[in-house]
């Protein structure tokens, strides 16, 4: 199970993600991360136990899309599970993570 | 339906069709001599039957042996191992071969004189014997490599060469016997044989095949392979023995005229040859699930045998209660007392059938787990011993029915003194598979069907036991998890709109050391491979699991793929 909870304040947006970001749950992520729009990106993943390549694959996503128009987008209170999957991917040296 | 299961339906068929085929194939020497030359045509084949039973003996000490410890090496990823036990397996299967044709050359003459018989059934057995050295070669070969094809998953190429051979056996053979005689039926077994055998050997050949000779010879490794089917092929030595010893029996208590009843009640005791195919079809999967000491799967294949032996032998033997007159005709027998007497004789052996069938398979797991000394056990007492000793108490009757119901009870009593046997010896604990008890082992086991909502669930669900009933950290619950569903995920996306079924074993052991086991029957791949293509971001994620986990090993097991995983 995931939720996602969205705050929205003028070109920012916060999504705090709570569960398991995995292949059955990662499309409900890309659906919240409508990004039009946006030009600050907080994703609060402090609540995320879990994330699989799909997760990994909406990152990315949002990531490309907001470098695009000149946005940027910051990963806080990643925990240790989903910190080692990005280290092993490489995805901690472009991201930003707080 | 389970990985397990379907897979053990997969090989079912094959291995009962292999069964069903070498018993026609026993029966079929009987069936056309009985038919095409007579009453006196079925009493020799009897007198045969136990040489039969001793190159079946040898067969099956080769063939079986090989492709269990094959089997077992392969559960244990030791390939090159499982690839010496094979060279040696056929350097044995030759050896055995040559051995048992002059052998048996020599025996011809003290053999003939011991049998008893005169006149036309003694020049009927030296003719049969001669013959029949060419198939006495030919054979341990042969079913060395129907064992290994079928232990490489080549159930397909099993079926044809056992086709191959029940159509030399029961048609070609015809005009062969209506040509020359006992000659002709002999020498026809060999030529099967060897058809079969050219059939067989195509399996080398394809992409498939894993079986891979090297250069190796040991005669340690012989008498390995010996040891461990030792147990499984002393059925056919006991049944030659007991086959030898009912046809000096009935010549002296009854005459020779009533060796023909005594084929219809060899024939049916000859059929738990038929229920073996269920330890067959079960051997494959055990034989790797006792490689991982994995108990859990192995009891429940077990228990899947068990069930199917049961049913297929109560089966059996309401049709022959139902319809004795079916073996009767089929063996050849028209005159009418004899007849009569054979009908009677039909329906008290077949009431052994439920309890061959559970020696039979008894003897396959205790095989399995290396336990020959249960496994021989088990069929010394049910197939030879017990019916005997039944028998010799039934003598003092003098009557034929009493022999034949003494028969039908020796499985039966077997049976309960061997489970008495291993409580005494070994105590009641995992009494009588040997198997410790789910809780005994930190181990679970997934079964699983490849969707989406499946693999996350059992990802979550392996997640959650290792951190919160086995108390391991978040990050390496974490990765396990993760591992599991990317690897069942890139599975999924391999095999696209089909069906696959897979098993997922997750066992930490004392030391703490957690092994994940991922069986599928998809496309065989190796996802182990750290280098393989990378072209999306789930094989790349996949590909640096891999790199993380150095402990990790791929290997393609009866057609199926197995990767493990050392965390």
């Known amino acids: 199970m995931m939720e996602v909870k969205a705050t929205k304040s003028g070109a920012q947006l916060t999504l705090a993600v709570k569960g398991r970001v995995d292949t059955t749950t990662a499309p409900d992520l ?7 729009g946006i030009s600050d990106l907080t994703l609060d993943l402090g609540e995320v136990d879990y994330m699989s390549s799909a997760g990994l694959r909406c990152l990315l996503t949002a990531q490309k899309t907001l470098a ?28 930003t993570i707080i | 339906m389970t990985f397990a299961a379907a897979k053990f339906r997969k090989f079912l ?15 079929s020497s009987s069936v056309v001599c009985g038919n095409l030359i007579g009453e006196e045509g079925l009493s020799v084949v009897n007198l045969m039957q136990p040489a039969m039973g001793l190159v079946a003996f040898f067969a099956l000490l080769t063939g079986t042996g090989t492709s269990v410890l094959y089997a077992t090496e392969m559960g244990r990823f030791d390939r090159r191992r499982a690839s010496e036990l094979l060279t040696q397996g056929l350097w044995s299967a030759l050896m055995f071969g040559g051995a048992l044709a002059l052998a048996l050359a020599l025996a011809r003459e003290p053999a003939c004189a011991a049998f008893g018989v005169s006149g036309s059934v003694l020049a009927g057995v030296r003719e049969f014997w001669l013959w029949f050295l060419p198939c006495a070669a030919l054979k341990p070969v042969m079913f060395f490599f129907v064992s290994m094809c079928y232990a490489d998953g080549d159930d397909r190429i099993c079926a044809y060469a056992y086709a191959v051979q029940l159509v030399g056996c029961c048609l070609l053979s015809v005009p062969l016997t209506m040509a020359f005689g ?70 002296a208590h009854f005459g020779e005229g009533s060796l023909p009843v005594l084929a219809v009640v060899i024939a049916i005791f000859s059929m738990c040859e038929i229920f073996d195919g269920v330890g067959t079809a079960a051997q494959p999967l055990a034989s790797v699930y006792i490689g991982e000491r994995n108990d859990r799967l192995t009891r429940r294949i077990m228990v899947y045998a068990a069930k199917t032996a049961v049913w297929a032998s109560v089966a059996m033997m309401l049709v022959l209660l139902a319809f004795p007159q079916l073996v009767v005709r089929l063996e050849g027998i028209r005159e009418v007392a004899l007849a009569a007497e054979a009908r009677t004789a039909v329906r008290l052996a077949s009431l052994s059938l439920p309890g061959l069938a559970m020696v039979m398979l008894l003897n396959s797991y205790y095989t399995f787990i290396a336990k020959e000394g249960l496994a021989t056990t088990v069929t010394v007492l049910g197939t030879a011993a017990i019916p005997l000793a039944l028998i010799m108490v039934a003598g003092l009757s003098e009557s034929m029915a ?9 499985p039966y009593l077997a049976l309960a003194a061997t489970m008495y046997l291993i409580k005494a010896k070994y105590g009641r604990a995992n009494w009588p598979l040997f198997l410790s008890r789910p809780r005994e082992r930190k181990q679970r086991v997934f079964d699983l069907k490849l969707d989406e909502q499946t693999i996350c669930a059992v990802a979550a669900k392996i997640g959650k036991f290792l951190r919160i009933c086995q108390g391991m950290n978040e990050k390496r619950a974490g990765l396990s998890s993760l591992l599991v569903e990317e690897t069942l995920m890139t599975v999924k ?20 050391e957690l092994t994940i086991t991922i069986r599928d029957d998809g496309e065989i791949f190796d996802i182990t491979d750290a280098d ?22 791929n290997m393609t097991t009866t057609g199926f793929n197995r990767n493990c995983f050392k965390i």
Not at chain 1, 73 to 91: I, N, P, Q, S, Y
Not at chain 2, 493 to 512: C, P
Not at chain 2, 532 to 553: D, F, Q
């Open chain 1, 30 to 36: 890309s659906e919240a991360l409508a990004l039009d």
């Open chain 1, 68 to 95: 695009q128009h000149g946005g940027t987008m910051k990963l806080v209170h990643v925990g240790a599970v989903v910190r080692e999957v990005l280290d092993m991917t490489g995805f901690s040296d472009f991201l």
């Open chain 2, 13 to 27: 068929p094959a291995a009962m069709f292999a069964m069903v085929v070498e018993f026609l194939m026993e029966l």
């Open chain 2, 182 to 251: 006992f000659a002709g039926c002999a020498g026809g077994l060999g030529l099967w044989q060897l058809a079969a055998l050219a059939v067989l050997v195509q399996h080398l050949r394809k992409k498939a095949n894993s079986l891979k000779f090297v250069k190796h010879f040991s005669f340690g490794d012989t008498l390995r392979i010996c040891r461990c089917s030792a147990g499984d092929a002393s059925v056919k030595l006991c049944q030659a023995g007991l086959f030898l010893a009912l046809n000096l029996y009935v010549v």
């Open chain 2, 402 to 410: 009493w022999t034949w119901a003494a028969i039908a009870a020796g």
């Open chain 2, 493 to 512: 996306e391999r095999n696209r709109g089909k069906k696959i079924n897979a098993e997922l074993t997750v066992d930490r052991n004392d030391s703490k």
């Open chain 2, 532 to 553: 393989a293509a990378v072209n999306s971001l789930r094989l790349y994620l996949v590909a640096n699991i891999m790199t993380a986990l150095p402990a990790r090993r």
